[in-house]
């Protein structure tokens, strides 16, 4: 025999009004955190953070010796420093960090190209397949230090809320180094005046940087190279970033700053310098610290499961 529960009219409308507002409480909640800044909801990720390994198989050239700046434990080459210069559009330099996640590039000799792993990955951003690989999530804190710098055209306030970008059309340096920065360059020319920069770590900690557009006489009357001294920066860009200065350093992202380059009387156009920090910090007293590889595997199957959520997503489209 079934025993049959007949509800009552009245309480039927009721659960059916409680479904309908249920669905609204949620559908608004969705609709709020959406148009909140990332900031606001305690995630600080860095520029290109966003751009989708999709984009970055086919937008930026992983090429040597990148993969062996971020994988010390390649064979055959050792690199402490690797600069970029560029003068066109399109590049997510961002798409380098790529390269701390195991699997996702195939590195041989002068040769890395995605795998079948990152082919997968479909719209899985930067910052999420680091998220989702312990051994990656493991090196932004702690492991062999890579400061990037990129000085491109642009202001800071154009990237927002760790979206992917490319860099604008113009002159642009993009820059690798794991040993201790120390040096300063006048490579950047655009017409009779030149963007001096200089990346160094001071006496009492921290990493400076300094920028400033100077005409061509503006040079060491020693050495005839560029000027390391702050003073003569003066009305240009001095910062310090010490280790607390950092945005960023979890949920995927590496820790970062931006900086613009003041304009002054002979600047041309906007400038801004990109900076990243991977590992242990730049400049940081006793940084040579260890790592246990062994508390730190390889999520492979997180990422496996990342690309096949995406084929899934995919196909019900």
């Avoid at 059916?16 to 909801?41: C, K, N």
């Avoid at 390649?74 to 560029?86: A, E, K, Y």
């Avoid at 200089?198 to 400033?212: Q, V």
Wanted: net charge negative; charged share 15%; proline share 5%.
């Amino acid at each position: 025999s079934r025993l049959l529960v007949k509800s009552r009219p009245g309480f039927s409308a009721a659960l059916h009004l409680f479904g309908h507002l249920l669905h609204l409480a949620m559908a608004l909640r969705t609709a709020v955190y959406a148009s909140l800044p990332l900031t606001l909801l305690g995630v600080d990720l860095a520029p290109g953070c966003g751009c989708e390994v999709s984009h970055c198989c086919q937008a930026f050239d992983n090429s040597y010796p990148l993969p062996y700046i971020f994988n010390s434990s390649l064979p055959g080459f050792s690199s402490t420093r690797n600069i970029v210069p560029r003068d066109s559009a399109g590049y997510s330099a961002a798409c380098s960090f790529l390269n701390l996640v195991p699997g996702v590039f195939d590195t041989e000799g002068n040769t890395s190209l995605c795998s079948d792993l990152a082919k997968g990955m479909g719209s899985t951003t930067v910052c999420e397949a680091i998220a989702a690989s312990a051994e990656a999530s493991g090196q932004l804190q702690t492991r062999r230090s890579v400061l990037s710098t990129f000085l491109e055209p642009g202001a800071c306030a154009e990237l927002q809320d760790g979206a992917c970008y490319e860099s604008r059309e113009g002159n642009a340096v993009y820059s690798w180094d794991t040993s201790e920065p120390s040096w300063c360059w006048k490579g950047l020319t655009l017409g009779a005046n030149k963007l001096q920069w200089s990346m160094t770590c001071p006496e009492e900690g921290g990493l400076r940087i300094l920028a400033k557009w100077m005409d061509d006489n503006a040079t060491n009357g020693e050495s005839g190279g560029c000027l390391t001294n702050p003073v003569d920066y003066a009305g240009g860009l001095q910062a310090s970033v010490r280790a607390d200065d950092w945005n960023g350093g979890s949920d995927g992202s590496p820790r970062w700053r931006c900086f613009d380059v003041p304009r002054g009387d002979i600047g041309s156009s906007d400038y801004r310098i990109l900076a990243y920090s991977v590992g242990d910090l730049p400049c940081a007293v006793g940084s040579n610290m260890t790592f246990d590889s062994s508390s730190a595997g390889t999520s492979l199957s997180a990422l496996a499961g990342i690309a096949v959520a995406a084929a899934a997503v995919g196909a019900t489209v």
